[in-house]
Nanobody, 121 residues
Framework: QVQLVESGGGLVQAGGSLRLSCAASRSIFSINILGWYRQAPGKQRELVAASTSGGSTNYADSVKGRFTISRDNAKNTVYLQMNSLKPEDTAIYYC???????????????WGQGTQVTVSS
């Protein structure tokens, strides 16, 4: 199994920055896909950014050029650097791990508890 613990959320003014962290309970070398999702009130959860163990990244169009996902393998942590924040970025942000190699097979659907990001105008 994998436990994911997010941190770094908070209240920030529009145009500001935050860095979210997600610490994994096992080596992230075994986690092929690490991603950040968000869910705003009354909306579905959506992918914000994802990173593969092979080094590929993927971003939602709404955050391209403003957000950066990165991995620190030594710390078993994935980060989401968020710059030029907008009020519409307000949401609960969740860390996700998929295609985790456990016992010789892939497991999917691990989630953190979420961290609130609020951007004021």
């Amino acid at each position: 199994q994998v436990q994911l613990v997010e941190s770094g959320g908070g209240l920030v003014q529009a145009g500001g920055s935050l860095r979210l962290s997600c610490a994994a309970s096992r080596s992230i070398f075994s986690i092929n896909i690490l991603g950040w999702y968000r869910q705003a009130p009354g909306k579905q959860r959506e992918l914000v950014a994802a990173s593969t163990s092979g080094g590929s990244t993927n971003y939602a169009d709404s955050v391209k050029g403003r957000f950066t996902i990165s991995r620190d393998n030594a710390k078993n942590t994935v980060y989401l650097q968020m710059n030029s924040l907008k009020p519409e970025d307000t949401a609960i942000y969740y860390c996700n791990a998929d295609a985790v190699v456990i016992g010789g097979r892939y497991e999917y659907g691990y989630w953190g508890q979420g961290t609130q990001v609020t951007v004021s105008s």
